[in-house]
């Protein structure tokens, strides 16, 4: 983890006499921040999200029951729009660093399980709903009643898992690991690294690291500016992957997708259990995928305490579920709490102002979309591996000397990467826990919520064949 800087003297207020009101509004000197290392911060944030506004689109391009396509141009402003939006509200309401954007495992669910059965107007109606159930768990308290409940050791695993999983999504974006015939996954191609991009990749991994252990200020930036350099002299001599503009610098964004949202269900087409089926998938992905990302990166900018909570955490999960609500009014999908925003936690930032000036970029990034685009997605892996790194320190707080602990914490870290899903891994952990304690004469210390939400995630697993079963 990066140590932040040394905190200022503070009055009693909390903050020093002479900060600005922009300091005191986002608590920055408090935090032992400065504005420049959250302008950085956010920036690097940015950076490392940007690829969000190419990729969702391509997620989304799957007809629907009806045969439409969302046209990609207006996928990506909106997926820019509301990344945008949410973002800089996040920061402004929480005053916390984490950025928004359409949420992977969300949106493939949508383009590959739901609008085969809906129309694309349909499913992000389904995205709405589920953006209000998580707002009303939220602000009845119950969303925090059953984060209380979480035992500290699988809030930590939490923060592992990420840091795995987001080190995993490094490595695959830049073709470090790939598919392989025999294996699951295999080392670049045939166990070699082989092609220019992925060496780019390494390289620029390579000077994070030595840059961070030497403590240079700003270390992941310079690697991404060093990293897209390098991309830029290798593209002189042969073509390098996912490199340089395709258009125009400038483009008036295409927002004609925002509301076209249909609340009017055909139940001839899907069924009324199919539609809470969607529902119930998309508030447990939304629910946990969010609760698991922010605790990590809480846990990452030393903003959490020994019990995992951090500042304004109500505010938080509230508005986690405003963005599944504007997420699927302006059809890019739920957008949620990215854990690419550790990437601007590691160059320091630590206040809702670094949020700001991601949100700023997003907006600014409808209007020159291929901008976007110039810094290759397997330059940006190398920052993912290395906020992954960081985050796996955490692991040195958790005791591992009683097997009922130590399962449900390495079912957590290592099924979040191996199956693509922080879900999953949160799910795993949840009910390996509940099982493993309540057998093992630790019933007592298992809080009631955990039997609810096991078996809720037992419910989310099963989903396949209560689908079946029910004939949906």
């Not at 400065?34 to 007809?63: D, K």
């Not at 990590?296 to 505010?315: M, N, T, V, W």
Request: charge should be negative; charged fraction near 10%; aromatic fraction near 10%.
């Amino acid at each position: 983890m990066v140590t932040s800087p040394t905190r200022s003297p503070q009055t009693d207020a909390g903050a020093p006499a002479s900060v600005s009101a922009l300091d005191r509004f986002f608590e920055i000197t408090r935090r032992g921040s400065t504005i420049g290392t959250e302008v950085r911060g956010g920036v690097v944030t940015f950076v490392t999200m940007a690829y969000i506004v190419i990729l969702n689109p391509i997620i989304l391009s799957t007809a629907d029951v009806e045969g439409t396509v969302l046209p990609p141009g207006a996928v990506a402003a909106s997926t820019a729009l509301t990344a945008g939006f949410m973002t800089i509200l996040f920061g402004i309401v929480t005053r916390l660093p984490f950025a928004f954007a359409a949420g992977l495992g969300i949106n493939a669910f949508l383009a590959f399980s739901v609008v085969g059965q809906v129309t694309w107007g349909e499913a992000m109606a389904l995205t709405i709903i589920n953006g209000l159930i998580i707002v009303l768990l939220a602000a009845t308290g119950l969303r925090k009643m059953i984060f209380d409940a979480v035992p500290v050791q699988l809030k930590l695993a939490i923060t592992v898992g990420i840091g795995l999983f987001i080190s995993f999504i490094g490595f695959v974006n830049a073709g470090f690991v790939r598919p392989a015939e025999g294996t699951p996954l295999e080392l670049g191609v045939a166990g070699s690294v082989a092609s220019i991009d992925t060496l780019l990749f390494v390289v620029t991994l390579l000077i994070g690291g030595v840059l961070i252990a030497v403590r240079v200020k700003g270390a992941i930036l310079i690697a991404l500016v060093a990293g897209t350099i390098l991309a830029a002299l290798a593209n002189l001599f042969t073509p390098v992957a996912d490199f340089g503009l395709t258009a125009g610098l400038f483009a008036l964004p295409d927002l004609s997708l925002v509301g076209n949202v249909d609340f009017g269900f055909d139940l001839g087409k899907v069924g009324f259990v199919a539609l809470l089926m969607f529902v119930f998938t998309l508030v447990f992905t939304n629910f946990f995928d969010a609760m698991g990302t922010m605790t990590g990166l809480a846990k990452e900018a030393d903003l959490a305490d020994e019990k995992g909570d951090f500042p304004r955490i109500k505010s938080a999960l509230i508005v986690e579920g405003v963005g599944a609500v504007v997420g699927g009014a302006t059809s890019s999908s739920s957008a949620t709490v990215f854990v690419e925003s550790g990437s601007g936690i590691g160059e320091g930032a630590r206040t809702g102002f670094a949020n700001v000036v991601t949100g700023v970029l997003f907006l600014l990034a409808m209007f020159v979309t291929p901008v976007t685009g110039l810094v290759p997605g397997f330059i940006a892996a190398a920052a993912l591996v290395l906020v992954g790194a960081m985050m796996l320190a955490q692991i040195k707080h958790i005791d591992f000397s009683e097997f009922n602990v130590l399962l449900p914490v390495f079912l957590t870290a290592t099924v979040m990467p191996l199956s693509y899903s922080i879900a999953n891994g949160i799910g795993a952990g949840f009910i390996s826990w509940v099982v493993v304690n309540s057998l093992s004469g630790k019933a007592r210390q298992v809080h009631w919520l955990l039997w609810v939400v096991a078996f809720g995630f037992v419910l989310y697993f099963a989903r396949g064949p209560i689908e079946a079963l029910l004939g949906v």
